[in-house]
């Protein structure tokens, strides 16, 4: 049972927007910021948002974050096929003193 | 460019030891914070622990307190998990993850080295 809750599953067709949520606390991203990863299948995690809406060189900007409150989104836009994969949220605990995943969100690109 | 490279897993049975490492280049070692974050075979991504640039700080996640330590040696720009009386739940992919360079949280990741626990 992770402390941060992403829906387990998402899907999209090509060139849609899809949003993936990420729910914590007052501890967690109430109180610290929010980064998100993306796991290509067989490969390790590449950071995709970091302090809940920065991209790193490289990440496309159809890929944003945001934040309001205990909660979390990831947004893509023009759904591509590369695109699937599987995503991740993590920050911060300050109850726990360590960092917290999300369970992670499998990705569909139909 | 930033290479790390895990070493060190393999299959151990339940309540005995392991160490892994994970070998830095192409940064400024002794600059950047380090995490030790696993993945069970077809599961989600756990945080297991991190250390700060001088070694001075470091968290565990509770799932492993008391049994493992991370440590590392700036001469060597070597990271460190000693783990001890593993368990079955601890098989998992250990990944070795370098700080951000402009924030602490988990950046740039390794490839991982599989540790199996069975008897």
């Known amino acids: 049972q992770s402390v941060l809750t992403q829906p387990p599953s998402a899907s999209g067709t090509p060139g849609q927007r899809v949003t993936i949520s990420c729910s914590g606390s007052s501890s967690n991203i109430g109180t610290n910021t929010v980064n998100w990863y993306q796991q290509l299948p067989g490969t390790a995690p590449k950071l995709l948002i970091y302090?809940?809406?920065q991209r790193p060189s490289g990440v496309p900007d159809r890929f944003s974050g945001s934040k309001s409150g205990t909660s979390a989104s990831l947004a893509i836009s023009g759904l591509q096929s590369e695109d699937e994969a599987d995503y991740y949220c993590v920050v911060w605990d300050d109850s726990l003193n360590g960092w917290v995943f999300g369970g992670g969100t499998k990705l569909t690109v139909l | 460019q930033v290479q790390l490279v895990e070493s060190g897993g393999g299959v151990v049975q339940p309540g005995r030891s392991l160490r892994l490492s994970c070998a830095a280049s192409?940064?400024?070692?002794?600059?950047?914070?380090m995490h030790w974050v696993r993945q069970a075979p077809g599961k989600g991504l756990e945080w297991v622990a991190v250390?700060?640039?001088?070694?001075?700080?470091?968290y565990y996640a509770d799932s492993v307190k008391g049994r493992f330590a991370i440590s590392r040696d700036n001469s060597k720009n070597t990271l460190h998990l000693q783990m001890n009386s593993l368990r079955p739940e601890d098989t998992a992919v250990y990944y070795c993850v370098k700080d951000h360079s402009s924030s602490s949280l988990p950046d740039y990741w390794g490839q991982g080295t599989l540790v199996t626990v069975s008897s």
């Open positions: 192409g940064f400024t070692f002794n600059n950047y914070g």
């Open positions: 302090i809940n809406n």
């Open positions: 250390i700060s640039y001088d070694g001075g700080n470091k």
